[in-house]
């Protein structure tokens, strides 16, 4: 069975940052094929894609953390990591990665890692 294990997360100070990192076991798909990305989720708003990484290592960000956040993978260690620099308290949810597949996530859903900016 898949799991997706995030960690990293806390409550860090505006301006602040923060090294997330999700761990992929259990399939038996090569992991330096898969697309993966990074998702949040703050109260009351939808999951939405924030970075992306693909097996080349294209990356691809939304626009709210451009500049801020930067995706990156270790193909060795089935891993991939988000920096999260000059952090916002919107930046304040839960965050969870991912497989990105053509319809969407693939896999279910992690547990994800709680991030709290303060003000």
């Known amino acids: 069975q898949v799991q997706l294990v995030e960690s990293g997360g806390g409550l860090v100070q505006h301006g602040g940052s923060l090294r997330l990192s999700c761990a992929l076991s259990g399939t038996m798909f090569w992991f330096y094929t898969m697309d993966m990305g990074w998702y949040r989720q703050a109260p009351g708003k939808q999951r939405e894609l924030v970075a992306g990484i693909g097996r080349a290592g294209t990356t691809k960000y939304a626009d709210s953390v451009k500049g801020r956040f930067t995706i990156s993978r270790d193909d060795a260690k089935r891993t991939v990591y988000l920096q999260m620099n000059s952090l916002k308290p919107e930046d304040t949810a839960v965050y969870y990665c991912?497989?990105?597949?053509?319809?969407?996530?693939?896999?279910?859903w992690g547990q994800g890692t709680q991030v709290t900016v303060s003000s």
């Open positions: 991912n497989r990105e597949g053509t319809s969407g996530p693939v896999f279910s």
